[in-house]
């Protein structure tokens, strides 16, 4: 049973692209989080998801970031015009139930 | 204002010493108190988990309390070894089953 995986791993966008950040949860879980961390800081939540449905998106900035989590494929972190302060580790995790278990990360440089 | 607060900021010990990592906080209400264990690069992996009820869980080497009294927690690591190090977060559940509040966790070296 792989574990959650995200790719890409590293991501480099200049400001004002998008980017798409993409984490496939481990099998037969259904809850897939989303949590940026800024350097020498904790994680911060920012979407949970279960299948195509958003649960509670209330640590994602109104604008420019949207999540989905669709029935088939991974779940979708995306973030439209791409500022200097988006750079951070985004982390997604899923869980069964309450136990989250963690991906690798995505780490995003806006250049 | 539901707060996780951790000490120290970072620790350097030598292998093979002990040490334990504090946690304060201030959620509620209070559901449950995770520790976990992240390496540089990596995402974080969970240690131990203790609900309201439990006041002591041991994983291997780690072993985490709890004083739901006070709202503090502390991780102890006995006979520490050069993979110890990292980044140990402690996280706290309050109300809803998601949301959890994470510490900044504390930096921990293990020199040889």
């Known amino acids: 049973n792989a574990g959650v995986m995200q790719n890409p791993r590293h991501l480099v966008r200049r400001r004002g692209q998008e980017a798409r950040l993409r984490c496939s949860p481990m099998?037969?879980?259904?809850?897939v989080y989303w949590y940026r961390q800024l350097p020498e800081e904790g994680l911060k939540f920012m979407v949970y998801l279960q299948k195509e449905n958003i649960i509670d998106e209330s640590g994602m900035p109104k604008e420019r970031f949207s999540a989905e989590f669709p029935k088939e494929g991974p779940s979708i972190l995306r973030i439209q015009q791409v500022v200097r302060g988006d750079s951070a580790a985004y982390f997604c995790?899923?869980?069964?139930?309450?136990?989250?278990?963690f991906g690798a990360g995505t780490r995003l440089s806006v250049l | 204002k539901n707060q996780v607060e951790q000490s120290p900021q970072s620790l350097i010990i030598l292998e093979g010493k002990n040490c334990t990592l504090q946690?304060?906080?201030?959620?509620?209400?209070?559901?449950?108190l995770r520790w976990y264990k992240q390496d540089t690069g990596r995402g974080p992996v969970s240690l131990t988990i203790?609900?309201?009820s439990e006041n002591t869980k041991s994983n291997g080497r780690y072993t985490a309390t709890l004083d739901a009294d006070t709202k503090q927690s502390s991780l102890h690591i006995t006979a520490s070894q050069l993979s110890d190090s990292a980044s140990y977060i402690c996280v706290v559940e309050g109300d809803s089953n998601y949301q959890l509040i994470w510490g900044a966790g504390t930096k921990l070296i293990i020199k040889p």
């Open positions: 995790a899923s869980s069964p139930r309450d136990i989250q278990y």
């Open positions: 946690c304060n906080y201030t959620v509620s209400p209070f559901s449950n």
């Open positions: 099998k037969g879980h259904s809850h």
């Open positions: 203790m609900t309201f």
